[in-house]
């Protein structure tokens, strides 16, 4: 697979894999520690929901000032060295159990991702500009997002082994170790990609920082600040509230762009912002992997093991065994968990909350244990589909292109809003066989909804990025490619919001008809928009 490639491209993906293998680990656990009762910190669904839209918003906001800040001015090198120690640094901090010092970790990963992610993705861009090496691009960045693939999914299988022998701290350090071994291989190979760590500096047409800092960066500070000190939620809590603002000034500058633009410039802009508005209610559903679809696996999917499989996960301590304990059902706590007062923890039950619809279970003696896979298990049925579906669909496309019809990148990614609206129906139909929670369901409708929704995911995200590079005027790039993290970030705090509404819905499947409807509405604007966003893209050249 490397011979015919660059000599860096085995660092840098390998690199990539680690940083991916700790990120995905800390994501599929997060959540669920924060609603631990004995191990973490309590949290309620609404809670836990709204720290993770928050914190993954802002993992995809920073990349935007890190991509500037390694162009501009420290390099790619240095920038991915120094997001890489502090995203190692905030994982492991994690493991201290603390409300104060998980804020400093989240900080530091969010930081640090945003000088790893954009900048690594450049360098790879980079390797590729060569004669010899310029045709192979579109390979290499198709073998380099299989590492990421590949660290998302073995990650939390350690995940899972490490919390379930010791706890939830070793699982966050071994994040932070993953981190740190791809910062080591990243350096070991630097001597292939130094030549390509070229600083653009700022040039004549480019937005300079000081002129960012005064029209984007202030505005947002002093508009979250004020979202944040107003009294009352407007938008569900303190944290949506500053986010929300912060945003207002962002989404009047690019829209600025537009109004301000060059006659030649509008129509590329337009297309650009338009995407960018509609792939908002992608991520807002998709990204609901971390919270909601991970209560679906921890409290409405049959995760119990028996026989062979059983004895198998045991000794790879992929299980954790439930006891049964008849007498301490709780009647009063809609988790079956704790009881509260004023916001406290005034009395914990054993009572697991697995066994609330599973009806066998219930039928056990007092004192009967049940062995279940590890809940962030679950987390590996997506990358799993991506390395499986990929080469299946670069095939496809290749075949299409070969008869000249191959769709324009704006239809692909209006059908992956819509494939991805169908997505969510399984899940409509995982509530209808499971009679609205009361009974647990197969998990195999996760891996119908995970199937369905990642062939949305490789119809748009890669294409997204791709069609930035492609219709950005040459002066703006790196802003328009801010514009794209600006609506990811958007997204994925949407999707917080949404999943802290999880306990609101008596009947789930309502919950995830609006998450249906949300994107059927993204996608059927889009397709009334297609004939003149490809007409734009005809008109440049552009498939």
Known sequence: MWKKHPKALPFLFFSEMWERFGYYLMIGIFT??????????????????????????????????????????????????????????????????????????????????????????????????TPQNNHQKDEGYNIFYMGINIGAFVCNFFGAVLYNMLGWGYAFAAAGIGMFIGVLIFVIGTKHYKAFDIKKGVKENDMSMGKITALILLPSILAGVVGWILPGNIFGSDS????????????????????????????????????????????????????????????????????????????????????????????????????????????????????????????????????????????????????????????????LRARKKEPSTPTKIAFGLFISALSVLVMVAAVQAGNNGAEKVSVWWLVGSYGVITVGELLLSPMGLSLVSKLSPVRITSLMMGGWFLSTSIGNKLSGVLASMWDTYENKANFFWLNFLLLMASAALLFLMLKKLNKVMKERGIS
Not at 52 to 73: E, K, M
Not at 248 to 254: H, K, L, R, S, T
Not at 297 to 318: C, L
Request: proline residues 3%; hydrophobic residues 45%; neutral net charge.
């Open 32 to 129: 669920l520690y924060l609603k631990d009762v004995k191990a973490g910190f309590a949290m309620t669904e609404a809670e836990s929901a709204d720290l993770y839209g928050t914190f993954i918003a802002l993992v995809f906001l920073t990349p935007f000032l890190g991509g500037l800040i390694a162009d501009r001015y420290w390099g790619y090198r240095k920038s991915i060295i120094i997001g890489g120690l502090l995203m190692g640094t905030g994982y492991c901090l994690m493991a201290i159990h603390s409300l104060p010092v998980l804020y400093v970790s989240m900080t530091l990963v969010i930081v640090g991702n945003g000088f790893f992610k954009p900048n690594i993705s450049t360098l790879l861009g980079n390797v590729y500009t």
């Open 240 to 399: 949506t509230d500053a986010f929300i603002f912060a945003c207002i000034p962002v989404i009047i500058f690019y829209t600025s762009l537009y109004f301000k633009a060059d006659a030649d410039e509008k129509a590329p802009i337009g297309v650009l912002l338009t995407i960018f508005a509609v792939v908002v209610m992608f991520w807002a559903v998709f990204k609901q992997n971390g919270t909601a679809l991970n209560t679906w696996a921890d409290r409405y999917t049959d995760r119990a093991v028996s026989g062979t499989t059983e004895k198998i996960f045991n000794a790879v301590k992929f299980t954790q065994t439930l006891e049964y304990k008849k007498d301490s059902v709780p009647l009063y706590d809609e988790l079956f968990r704790l009881q509260k007062q004023d916001g406290k923890v005034i009395k914990e039950y054993n009572y697991p909350i697995y066994f609330r619809n599973d009806v066998q279970s219930k039928m056990q003696t007092e004192g009967g244990t049940l062995s279940v896979w590890a809940t962030n298990l679950s987390q590996s049925i997506n990358p799993a589909w991506v390395i499986l579906i990929t080469p299946l669909l670069v095939a496809f496309f290749t075949w």
